[in-house]
């Protein structure tokens, strides 16, 4: 007896299948099938030989691989009794049904287990979202559990995943499939600059815009594991989870996060849209679904601790004037913050700086036409705070441990710890008019915990409960917690601590495959970037944080009258476009010079596209190579022009036409030959505007 089951969306097919009870293995993954193929003929066909040194039948390679079926892999499942002792399940069909989403069942009755696996499809985005669940029929300790375990593609000669460090986010890393194991392991507490948890398997000659492609992402703010093995009879399988250990406690229930999957038959960039698209559309929930993301100014590096209202009314003048629609005014307003060693989690109004309270400075901004945000670090604690003097046991962990930025963390487990959190943070809410929360979490925790995951997700979701209206940006030392988990509670996220343009271009290049712009904050920093102390014009500034949801992180006092119309004219330009742009798609495009970092923001309707071409270094030929276009209707016309002509340099002496004028062009010869763009300095940055005619 076979069991079988299809989820289809349009573009891709998923097909489990099952030998009588056992658990269902995915026997295809890819383009969509015909709805005659027969799926029990399909089954036979998946299955491999035997030869000698084999056993007799092959162990499934199931959406939970079993020990005790002799499978000779990673299992899906390694559990102990409430006593200690190991158990082995071997499970069996209970019940299965799919109304819009397939439910499948298994029982080990002997063992008291239960095991749920989940799929759901999206016909708009075209992902899928997996999830498994352990019930249990007494408190058992798990070390781990797999979400539902897909195969990895043969025709895959390597796969990319994701790492990372403070101002270096997002980092992309190629390891070619071999016999034994990709084993990746956060084990920081949070999501992490280390380990993202995302995966693309491209199959062999894929590129961003042509071939194959698988995606992963693991919707998870805590840590994490990941597994991609090769089996020595040569079958591949991949497996995402919480980080093992990860549950303390003995429970009677045990879930892993969503899993979200794409196929793409269209490059990297088809599972990049669909992420893109299923993030923005279906997982954040926005206070204000059609309003447009306001131009973000933050005040963090151009005063740090150094409150002075004068002062920051200034800047909010100056930021207003240059375009600025939203002022965040970030650490250092409370407690006697007077640097990072003390005060965390003494969440009132300093009023040695503030003797009047956040009142004034909130009326001169909103005076200004600006809505106001505010900073705050939850989560975390000083030793010298008052707090921590007379709550020194809610600290998670131990009393010697390494600080990291000066402080501890929290133990949000505790609800003591979420009640004092809520009733300071929800008094200042309720007695200032704040629309936009700054999320921070600046160290990793001393041990990985799920049960401090869920516990900051409880207090986020109960304060957003009272606050709609109140949109919250996850930040973490700029990208240390961004995952479509943190993003079901909030909307915006710090990519990278790093304003330099120049580390902005390829972080937000290769974030773009998980992230669309509407949640990505981008700012101008400095002209002397604060991290890197690299020195970069006005213009690439501006172009690159145009490239996301625009905002200004820098003392706006600083800019020379050039700078300052610069930065106006770019904000204007944003402004103009921000309402296609904040739903449009990000394509990565193939450049044939390596030098160059270059992306299509392309309108869901097709007909209108921005494309940004951005020198990250000096090309190994004299001239610009033809840049490919994507995506375009291959018989339509377009009209292309270079909106930022005017910035080109002396050195570029000769006369291309998107120098002097527009050009008009079919899709096939844009996507085919591609665009001939003027010379120009690295770290410059080229913009073009496209409209289908």
Request: proline share 6%; net charge negative.
């Amino acid at each position: 007896m076979t069991r079988t089951y299809r989820i289809d969306d349009g573009r891709q097919t998923l097909v489990l299948a099952a030998r009588n009870d056992r658990l269902p293995e995915v026997v295809y993954w890819g383009a969509c099938l015909p709805l005659a193929e027969d799926l029990d003929t399909l089954h036979a066909a998946h299955a491999i030989d035997v030869t000698g040194g084999m056993l007799d039948e092959n162990p499934d390679l199931s959406v939970c691989p079993e020990a005790t079926r002799s499978f000779p892999g990673q299992p899906g499942l390694i559990l102990r009794d409430t006593d200690g002792t190991p158990l082995l399940p071997k499970f069996c069909f209970t019940s299965g049904s799919q109304n819009g989403t397939l439910v499948l069942t298994y029982t080990d009755a002997p063992n008291g287990l239960t095991l749920t696996v989940t799929f759901a499809s999206d016909p708009d985005t075209h992902v899928i979202t997996c999830q498994t669940t352990l019930d249990a029929t007494r408190p058992v300790h798990l070390h781990w559990l797999a979400a539902p375990v897909l195969p990895g593609p043969q025709q895959s000669d390597e796969m990319i995943d994701v790492s990372g460090r403070w101002c270096g986010e997002f980092q992309l890393s190629r390891t070619a499939w071999a016999p034994g194991m990709r084993y990746r392991e956060n084990r920081t507490g949070r999501t992490g600059h280390e380990h993202f948890p995302g995966l693309i398997v491209p199959c062999r000659g894929a590129t961003n815009t042509r071939g194959e492609a698988y995606a992963f992402h693991y919707g998870w703010s805590g840590g994490h594991r990941m597994i991609a093995e090769e089996l020595q009879d040569g079958r591949r399988q991949i497996q995402w989870g919480h980080a093992a250990r990860m549950e303390t406690e003995a429970s009677t229930q045990f879930k892993t996060a969503p899993l979200y999957i794409a196929y793409s038959d269209r490059g990297l960039n088809g599972c990049a849209v669909a992420f893109q698209r299923h993030l923005r559309d279906r997982i954040v929930t926005w206070p204000k679904p059609d309003a447009p993301r306001p131009v973000h100014y933050n005040c963090w590096e151009a005063v740090y601790f150094d409150h002075k209202l004068p002062v920051l009314k200034d800047i909010a003048d100056r930021a207003a004037k240059l375009g600025a629609e939203r002022f965040v005014l970030d650490d250092g307003w409370f407690g006697q913050r007077d640097d990072d060693t003390r005060s965390l989690s003494d969440w009132t109004v300093d009023p040695r700086k503030y003797p009047d309270g956040l009142h004034p400075l909130i009326d001169h901004v909103h005076g200004l036409g600006m809505t106001f945000g505010l900073w705050f670090e939850p989560e975390m604690i000083n030793e010298d705070s008052d707090i921590h003097r007379a709550h020194p046991d809610w600290v998670l962990g131990s009393e010697d441990q390494t600080l990291g930025r000066q402080q501890k963390a929290l133990n949000m487990a505790l609800p003591a710890v979420r009640d004092y959190l809520y009733d300071r943070m929800s008094a200042i809410l309720r007695d200032h008019d704040i629309d936009y929360i700054k999320w921070d979490h600046n160290r990793v925790l001393p041990m990985p915990d799920a049960a401090q995951t869920r516990g900051s997700y409880a207090l986020i979701d109960r304060l957003r409960t009272e606050f709609p209206q109140v949109e919250i940006e996850s930040c973490a030392s700029g990208g240390g917690r961004i995952d479509f988990g943190i993003l079901q509670r909030t909307q915006r996220v710090w990519l990278s601590d790093s304003n330099d343009a120049l580390e902005r271009l390829r972080i937000q290049h290769d974030a773009a495959l998980f992230l669309p712009l509407s949640v990505t904050g981008s700012h101008v920093g400095p002209r002397v970037c604060h991290t890197s102390g690299r020195t970069l014009d006005i213009s690439f500034r501006a172009w690159v944080a145009a490239q996301r949801h625009m905002g200004f992180e820098m003392d706006p006092r600083e800019l020379s009258e050039h700078e300052a119309t610069v930065l106006s004219e770019v904000t204007s330009w944003w402004k103009h476009h921000r309402d296609w742009m904040q739903r449009a798609d990000i394509l990565r495009l193939d450049s044939a010079d390596p030098a160059v970092i270059a992306e299509q923001q392309l309108a869901r309707e097709k007909d209108r596209f921005v494309v940004f071409a951005g020198k990250a270094a000096t090309s190994g030929q004299i001239v610009p190579r033809p840049l490919r276009l994507t995506e375009l209707d291959p018989d339509a016309t377009y009209r292309v022009r270079l909106i930022n002509r005017d910035s080109a340099s002396h050195l570029s002496r000769g006369t291309p036409i998107l120098k002097s004028d527009a050009i008009k062009m079919t899709g096939t010869y844009l996507m085919q030959h591609g665009v001939t763009l003027p010379w120009s300095f690295p770290e410059r940055m080229w913009v073009l505007e496209g409209e289908r005619l």
